[in-house]
T-cell receptor
Framework: DTEVTQTPKHLVMGMTNKKSLKCEQH?????MYWYKQKAKKPPELMFV???????INESVPSRFSPECPNSSLLNLHLHALQPEDSALYLC??????????????FGAGSRLTVL | AQSVTQLDSQVPVFEEAPVELRCNYS??????LFWYVQYPNQGLQLLLK??????LVKGINGFEAEFNKSQTSFHLRKPSVHISDTAEYFC???????????FGPGTRLSVLP
């Protein structure tokens, strides 16, 4: 199993809604990431978890709240989002931040539209 | 600060022609280099990586890249492209044991019939 699975694939929400994006991997990876990607742009790092602890928060607004319940799961809780938050949200995992051969494996993404 | 440059935002090429997508990085220390491909409405897929050893790296789908330390480049090549290679290609770099991957702006490869 060499996949990173993201759900839902598409999400439409209003600015007052609360929703969550989910990510799951069963490759035994110990680092998990959230990236945000706008159209025709590269992915931008939001958060990194290493061994289920938050390692990097790239100054992301508090309306985005990450959670790593265990080594296989990563959630992104969304609340009071703005239309400019509409984007493709990509989850990724890698073996271990301390290893030289640390390579990102991406999921297919969750396309979020905020109305 | 580390950065990755992809000089060509768009590269149109005819089917079965060769292609080179350029990538340059800036860093004063050793880096690890990657090429990812993104097909429409999908996530990023690893094409190939350079960690150490031979400077010519072969990847999936017939792609290869050459690491050139003196020119701080990691250009991606394919001798004969197919329509199915139409996609966005991202070059990325990571410093030794660094947590963050830095992505270039991307190159849109369009293969024409």
């Amino acid at each position: 199993d060499t996949e990173v699975t993201q759900t839902p694939k598409h999400l439409v929400m209003g600015m007052t809604n609360k929703k969550s994006l989910k990510c799951e991997q069963h490759m035994g990876h110990r680092a998990m990431y959230w990236y945000k990607q706008k159209a025709k742009k590269p992915p931008e790092l939001m958060f990194v978890y290493s061994y289920e602890k938050l390692s990097i928060n790239e100054s992301v607004p508090s309306r985005f709240s990450p959670e790593c319940p265990n080594s296989s799961l990563l959630n992104l809780h969304l609340h009071a989002l703005q239309p400019e938050d509409s984007a493709l949200y990509l989850c990724a995992s890698s073996q271990d931040l301390r290893r030289r051969a640390n390579v990102l494996t991406f999921g297919a993404g969750s396309r979020l539209t905020v109305l | 600060a580390q950065s990755v440059t992809q000089l060509d935002s768009q590269v149109p090429v005819f089917e079965e022609a060769p292609v080179e997508l350029r990538c340059n990085y800036s860093s004063s220390v050793s880096v690890y280099l990657f090429w990812y491909v993104q097909y429409p409405n999908q996530g990023l897929q690893l094409l190939l990586k350079y960690l150490s050893g031979s400077t010519l790296v072969k990847g999936i789908n017939g792609f290869e890249a050459e690491f050139n330390k003196s020119q701080t480049s990691f250009h991606l090549r394919k001798p004969s492209v197919h329509i199915s290679d139409t996609a966005e290609y991202f070059c990325a770099a990571r410093r030794n044991y660094g947590q963050n991957f830095v992505f270039g702006p991307g190159t849109r490869l369009s293969v024409l019939p």
